[in-house]
């Protein structure tokens, strides 16, 4: 593994603007269509689990505000583990892509003494959705999930791509709760205030126009998001169309190592409907924020944890030199780069054992 460092271009800050399209004219289109196609615009309801017609409910708890919220749990038993981890899946996943957990060797498991919970995050799969998701309430589901578990006053969080949204979420609201974090190539919300406008048009531009769009109108106009990834006229977003060609050959040799093998429930994923699941992920991904991760403060200052964010440097889906000025700004922020990686560079055979080992060992024992 290889740290990288941020280009000198990236880290010249500059004023913090609506960038690339005034959000004025997604909002003229977005009324024109919305006149001329009212009864496309609007999602159709969620396929509740345990409704009548819905998928069933079996791996629930029952949350504060009655939404239910499905976990699996992997790695030794809760009562017997020393280290215990919360993984946060990406965009178009759902709890049984725990690849952390799953791909972890056993020797390390019983090493360690590790505990993974994996859970639907809410719209996916079999966790209720929240129509009022945002980074804060996310967390709010993780914390609650971690009491009713009797997880204990602190533990690990792990959160890959979209699932970075409630990383850094636990980092802002719990910090007094998390023995540590990881981050494998998180989202990075183009839209943060103090993201310098030359960063985000860098990392922006790094993306397909389909993309570049989809991610315009999420922030601007995100009630039309639905009528975007659905309508045929033009490509809407490349995730929420399952459109693999923009991933990069690293990915691309992964995937087509994996075949069916990586998504085995793949038709479970969205089984309650695209909206509450990838278009809300876009939503809050690439929506106002209630905070800027670039204003973090280091919440392990007596060194009895540390945070990591880990990216390849060929990855399509999240531009690397975003991460690098993360990096760059947050120096307590352990930062590895991997050469020649793309978006799934953990399939790679050692690599989960690599993050994991990194994240429940001390600096001081990290060699």
């Not at 009324?31 to 609007?42: C, D, F, N, P, V």
């Not at 725990?98 to 859970?119: K, N, Q």
């Not at 995100?222 to 169309?241: D, E, M, R, V």
Request: with cysteine; hydrophobic share 35%.
């Amino acid at each position: 593994m290889a740290n990288g460092s941020a280009r000198k271009s990236s880290l010249k800050p500059s004023s913090r603007k609506s960038f690339l399209l005034p959000s004025s004219v997604i909002i003229i289109v977005g009324i024109i269509l919305a006149l001329t196609y009212q009864s496309k615009l609007k999602p159709p309801p969620p396929k509740l689990c345990g409704s009548s017609g819905g998928p069933p409910i079996t791996a629930p708890i029952k949350l504060r505000d009655g939404r239910y919220l499905a976990y699996k749990e992997h790695g030794l038993p809760r009562e017997k583990a020393n280290r215990k981890i919360v993984f946060i899946h990406g965009s178009d996943c759902c709890r049984h892509d725990a690849v952390f957990a799953t791909l972890l060797s056993p020797d390390l498991v019983e090493e360690l003494g590790v505990y993974m919970v994996s859970f639907d995050r809410p719209g996916y799969c079999q966790s209720d959705p929240h129509p009022n998701r945002t980074p804060r309430s996310l967390v709010s589901d993780i914390e609650e999930l971690a009491d009713q578990l009797s997880l204990g006053s602190k533990f690990y969080v792990l959160g890959y791509s979209m699932g970075g949204q409630a990383a850094w979420g636990c980092l802002k609201y719990i910090p007094h709760r998390l023995a540590g974090v990881t981050l494998v190539a998180p989202v990075v919300n183009y839209w943060w205030k103090n993201l310098p406008l030359n960063v985000s048009t860098e990392g922006f531009n790094l993306q397909q126009k389909r993309d570049q769009w989809a991610a315009r109108v999420a922030h601007y106009a995100p009630w039309l998001i639905y009528w975007w990834n659905t309508q045929k006229w033009f490509p809407g977003s490349s995730i929420a169309n399952r459109d693999h060609s923009l991933l990069s050959q690293p990915d691309r040799d992964i995937i087509s190592k994996l075949g069916s093998s990586r998504k085995p429930h793949w038709e479970e994923v969205r089984q309650q409907g695209i909206h509450e699941s990838i278009n809300r992920d876009m939503i809050v991904g690439f929506g106002d924020w209630e905070f800027d991760p670039i204003e973090l403060e280091n919440p392990f200052l007596n060194n009895k944890g540390s945070v990591h964010l880990w990216q390849g440097d060929e990855d399509m889906l999240v531009p690397v030199t975003l991460q690098r000025y993360l990096a760059h700004k947050l120096p307590w922020v352990h930062y590895h780069e991997v050469p020649r990686s793309g978006h799934f560079f953990h399939f790679t055979k050692g690599v989960v054992d690599d993050i994991v080992k990194t994240l429940l060992t001390t600096d001081a024992e990290i060699k």
